[in-house]
Structures are given as C-alpha cells and as structure tokens.
C-alpha cells in the first residue's frame, strides 16, 4: 500500500470510528395504497392517510361542508405505505445501524426488504431497531402495513367480558380525539405520522441524558448531570459538559454516568409575569481518541416548583409554589391544534404560545385526549414562560390493565417522560383526564349493566394504571426535583362538595347543567382545571367551512355540521335570551355570541381571583381548536382571537380592580399576583352616563396591596344613589403611591340586553400604517372592529368622548365596526 492510500485508508477508519450521523428518510419518495388494492400513489412522511387521500384527490376536505361523512369509510380500511432507498457500502461499514420512527399511528408491521422487523400497537411510542445485518448495499425496500385502529380496538374489546364505555377507543393507544369529541370531528387515522430516519453510530453513543437540579441558592445551582453511555468496545472515553472535560473508564454495553456540575450566580427561570425565563445551554460530548462521537445540545432552566395541598379549616389547599413563592395559575387547556396533527407548523406553536403570553398566562394544561405534544410546543413555553400541566393521554373512558396493555403504557410513559423532562415548563404529571370522575359520576355501569364484580374489576384496573404503574414508572424513570405527579384531572368530581374544598376542580354546572353565569360567584374551588362556554369562530373562519360560497345562516347544513355538541345552538340561545338580545341576522348573531362567551368567562375568572388565596388557579376550556368549528376556543382554527380571547387578556392583567355586588352591597377587591408589594394604593370610583356625564366620584382610604384587599363596602354604598341603573356605568381606577394607574375597571349594573344604549358615532382615524385611533361620542360598548388583520385590542368598551389607539398586524383601507347598539337595534 502507498503512503497516500494508507492516509485515506485512516481517513475513513477515522471517520467511520469517531462519527455519530443520522440520516432522515422522510425526504425520500414514498408511496401509499389501500391494502385491497394495486396501485401505489404519491405519500408525504411525516403524514396521515386522510392527508395523502386528499392529496391524490380520492377524497374531499373532510373540514368543508358536510364531508366528515364522507370519509368515514377510511377508518376501517387497512393502509399500506413503503419506500424504496439506496445505502452505500461506506454507510454499511458502520459498526451499528438503527432505524428509528419517532411515530407510527398505530398498529403496523414494519418490513425491510420484505422481514418483517416489528409490530407496533402505540402511536405515542418511539421505535428504533437494530437494523445493519438487514440492509444491502444499494436499493432497499422499506413497507409498513397499518391495520384499522378501529377493527383493531374491536378485536381487543372482545377480550373483556363486559361492554367498555367509549370502545374500542379505550382499547387503543392513539389519539382519543380522533374518535370525535364534543368539539373536534371523527377522523380516525394510519400512516407515519412523525419522523423517521436512520442512525449510524460507532463505538458509543449517548442515551436518556436528564438533569437534575440538586440544590439551588442565589451563589450556585448544584446539577447532577444523568447519563447513559452505550457502548459497543470497553475503553476510555471522555464526556464533556459545555467544554468541561472528565474521563471514564467504560464497559461493554450500558453505562449509567452521573456527573456534577455547577452553575455559579445562576439567574432563576421565571413564569410569564414575574420575569425573564431564563434558559441556560447544556452541551454534553462524548470523545474517543479526541474525536466527538456523539453528542447532545439541551436548554434548561433553574427554578424550583412544589404542589402544595395543606389541610386548613375549609378543605385543603391546592397550589404551586415557584421559585419560593405561591403562584396564582392564569391559564388554558390546550386541544391539538389540528386533527392531522402532522400539517401543525412550528410557527403555529410559537403563534399560540406568543398568544397565551401575551394574554397574561403562566399556565397551558395538555388535555389528555389528545397527544404528547411535538418538542416544538415545549420549546415556546420554555421560552415564554409558560408552566406545563401535562396529562397522561387518557380521558373520559374506563381502560383494561391486563399485562401487555399495561407493558404497552410503561413504555409510552418511559418513551414520553425521557423527552420531555428537561424542559423547564413542566410542572405536573397528570395521570388523566376525568377518568375518575367517568367511573364515579358517570352512570356508565348502570347504563351497560355491569354486575358488581365488574364494576369492582373496573376501579380496580384505574387504580393498577394510574396509582400504580404511572407514579411507580415516574419514579424510575424521572430525576427527584421533576417528580410531581396528580392521579387524575379533577381529583372529585362536579356536583360533590368535596370538589370545590380540594384538589382541582371541573365545574361544568354552566352549559352541562344550564345554570346561569352568575352561579360562577357562588362554585369556587381551590384551583379550577376546566369551566368553559361556547361561541362561535370569526367571520372568516366561518367561511372557510365552505367548499364554495359560503351560505351564512344559522340553518344552513354546513355550519349544523361544524357545531359538534349534541345541543349546542339550544344552550347557546338560551343563555343568550338570558343576557342579550338575540339577532335575526347571521354577523350580529356570531358577534353576540362571541360576546356571550366572553361575559361567561369574565364572571368565572373574576370569581376565581377574589377568592384568592382560597382558590390559586383558574384555567378556562379552552385554547384552541382542532377545525373550523363553534366551540369553547378563544383562538379559532384560523387563528384568530374571538371576543375571549381580548377578555381573557383583560380579565388576568396582573394587577386587577374586581367588583362583586352580592345582596345588595358592592365590594371592591384589588388584586396583585405580583411577589412586589404595593404601597398606598388608592380606588377611585366614578359614576357616569352613558353620555358621559359624571354623576358622582369618591376616593377610598389608601391600603398597602400585597396579594388582594378587600375595600370596605361601607364606603361604597352611597355611591350609586338613586340614579337609574339602566343608564350609568362605574368606572373603577387603582392608583399606586405615586398616582400612577395600575388597574382599572367598567361596571355595569344591569345585564347588556337591559341597557338603555343610544347610537354612538364611533370614528375611526388612520395614524400610520400599522396604528389607528377610534373615538366615540357617547359609550360604544363592545367595539368590534372588522377587518383582515389583528387588532391589538378588540370588542372592547369605548368610553364616551375619548378614544383608544390600536396597532394593527397588516395596514388596512378601511376598518368596519360594529358595537352592541347595532345588535340591539337589530
């Protein structure tokens, strides 16, 4: 061998010895078909069937008109999908070869140049095969055949000797949603719905790296840096932590490594509100004879969370305390933001988030009928300071626990669990969503006519899954400082006292129960995990629930369609006959509704923050939506904020003026979710007309704000006098010790249909291409200003002669608007 062959010759040794690489197959050409059939058509991976269906144009936008229908006959077919790659002979001489799906939904074999590999029965479980002694220098075949989930869960519900609720979805491990919700169409689907790829690696690599914060002072965060080392030959290898190098003596196949490492003058990772979210970056290597061989890049934040639940003389507490100090929760449940959840783009991650932030939240809960959530959605709360409760994906069902359904969950909890716990926005573990109260409160057992022992089996099974194997699996799996774990969501259920003295708390007595807003004032619970109201999407979301021309009438098909609750127009109207005027034309009708919504949801939240610090959480249903749909969202499909969405933003500023008139009496409470206590702080109430005559003005003894004060009402109860309710308005000014305003509030006496309104003339003037004014000469209530843009501030009160600066998202020509005089006067 010549001197210039023998160099090339270590060359390649060199790199096929010292490199970790990873080659994506989602790029290559993929094909699909129906298992009854021949022909192969053109497939998108990462995706769906339905995606590729429509794609090949076999069937119709199932979010359009009345097709949902239409494509129900997909969830029972069998789907096959395959490609066809080429590996060279240098990528073959890699000492271990392994391909990995991050998701496949869900019961699918997996071939390689026709062995089959492995069966897989679990859409949240990452798959990854040894696959060197199967590959051939050259062309490949890679096939995986998917059977009907739905034929599937039938199959496996057989197995149980009684009927199970929701079946077979229970019996499935994939997205509960996708069987149709209250809110959400049915669209069961197949395919590769995440990444897949193909890892070359040699000597060792890094496996499951997790961080735990030991201890955590103003001078130095102590971290143990948890590892696993696979390696292929014993020997010396070196791990670097951010360029910090220490060497090890390793074995031949699983090293468990723990490493500490300090961080001096740490800054904290604070949730929205009290401050910066801080992320430092942790760079961790794996070297051998000085080359990298594999390494990993993690973003981490120091902070410190507990769940505090103490007995007291009303029940026991409920609440999180962060970095020291208790945090009242201002939040959301969040829905996947699609139901091909593959077509969800970063930017509509970071969109959402950016909203939920920029409505004053600290807090998203990951429903449980939905999915673990793409890495993408952690990263924007990690940044935006947005604290994570992340449900197990259950819900709403009864669940087997025979030995391999149990397996199967450990490994999705194991899989799910080592992704995620890094990220600093995690806050709980959930093991699920109201499957307790399911089997309490239910009636399914009386309904399927289940003897006592079958009965009995079913709590028996809850307790194995999640008081058993979720927490027990946590325990082994997380580090000691990211182990909080909460059994089920709610804890109680809805109608029994104990719910609203304990735990966390679902109160569906508004809507489910038909009870009137108002009874928000009086069902209060130490933290409220879900409450919620419909109303319908924006104008143009609404649209797009049409195939052609939209036909916008409450009695058209399509929109009968996109109302997935079985009575939802009927609740809808009636509380709309309780507290608006209820308009024959289509526009006004969703504006109101958007109004109703909004109102429902302002008594409960304010409800909730008065009563801190009995109650320290509240989180509305919901966020998002799914398709274009009527729903509990205060962001529609489109993305576009409806009148919950601007409320939502009012009703958690951090500092709050809160009024509560209850027998007569009207109390003030000034709220402040700050950890910084205000000085002096001074009220200042107003009494004014409609036409902006002030009628009456009163200041109230100065108080120091620290987390809420109460005023006393003895100092209010003159204010009002005899003027007519009908046709006044209070307007509630917080001032610091400085005079500065740092909270304010409208009142209303009577309920918006009662108000004696008269036409306001609003005017709308063009600052600059991105900033408008609007003024009005007598009160504009509920100002909706129309257009193809976003409005930094919308349905909002215009007080008279005054105006209001809004900045847009794009220039527009003109600006319609709408108040509720113009639904009134309908």
Known sequence: ??????????????????????????????????????????????????????????????????????????????????????????????????????????????????????????????????????????????QIKFRSAVNTGKELAKKVPFTMPESPRSFVRKAQYQFGWDWGPRLVTAGIWKGVKLNFWNDAQLENLKIEQKTLTKKNADLRIHLTVVTDKEGKYDISINDKKSQFQLKKGSNRIDIPFVIKDPKLWQPNGWGDPHLYSINVSLQKDSKTISSENLRIGLKTVELVQEKDEKGKSFYFKVNGHPLYIKGTNWIPADSFSPRITKEKYQKLIRDAKESNMNMIRVWGGGIYEDDEFYKACDENGILVW???????????????????????????????????????????????????????????????????????????????????????????????????????????????TEGDSHYWGVWWGEQPFEMYNEKVGRFMSEYGFQGMPGLETTKAMFSGVPDLSLNNATIKAHEKHARGWEIINKYMERDYPVPSDFVKYNYVSQLLQARGMQIAIEAHRRAKPYNMGTLYWQLNDCWP???????????????????????????????????????????????????????????????????????????NLGDIVKFDPKETKSIVGRFPKDEIFLRIRLKDENGKEIAHNIHFFEKPKNLKLTKPTVKIKMISSKEIEVSTDVLAKDVYLIGDTHFSDNFFDLLPNRSKRIIVSKPLEKVEVMSLWDAIND
């Open 1 to 142: 061998m010549n001197k210039t062959a023998f160099f090339a010759f270590l060359l390649v040794q060199n790199f096929l010895s010292a490199q970790f690489s990873e080659r994506s197959l989602t790029s290559e050409k993929w094909e699909f078909k129906n298992s009854k059939e021949q022909k192969w058509l053109g497939a998108s991976v990462p995706g769906m069937v339905h995606l590729d269906l429509m794609n090949n144009a076999l069937i119709p936008d199932p979010f359009k008109d009345e097709n949902e229908k239409k494509v129900q006959w997909v969830e029972n077919e069998d789907w096959e999908y395959q490609t066809h790659f080429k590996i060279s002979s240098k990528e073959l001489e890699n000492q271990n070869i392994n391909l990995v799906f991050d998701g496949l939904d869900t019961f699918s074999e997996i071939y390689l140049n026709g062995k089959l590999l492995k069966k897989t029965d679990n859409m949240f479980r990452k798959w990854e095969i040894p696959v060197k002694q199967d590959l051939k220098s050259g062309d490949n075949l890679l």
């Open 390 to 500: 992340q449900d197990f994906m259950f819900a709403g069902s009864f669940y087997p626990a025979d030995d391999a359904f149990l397996n199967n969950i450990k490994e999705e909890v194991k899989d799910q669990v080592n992704r995620l716990q890094n990220h600093p926005s995690i806050a709980l573990w959930c093991g699920n969503n109201e499957v307790d109260e399911a089997i309490v409160n239910w009636g399914y057992q009386k309904q399927l006519k289940y003897s006592k022992e079958d009965s009995l089996q079913v709590w028996k099974d809850y307790k194995k899954v999640f008081h058993d194997l979720i927490p027990n699996t946590l325990k082994e799996n997380l580090v000691a400082d990211k182990n909080i774990y909460w059994p089920s969501s709610p804890s109680i259920g809805w109608g029994h006292k104990e719910s609203l």
């Open 629 to 703: 749909v009527i729903s509990w969202s205060s962001i529609d499909y489109s993305g576009n904020w409806k009148a919950l969405h601007y409320q939502v933003k009012r009703s958690f500023e951090q500092q709050a003026i809160l009024v509560e008139e209850k027998e007569g009496i009207l109390n003030l409470y000034a709220i402040n979710d700050l950890s910084k206590t205000f000085q002096n702080v001074e009220a200042t109430i107003e009494v004014v007309k409609f036409n902006g005559e002030i009628l009456n003005q009163i200041g109230l003894g100065k108080k």
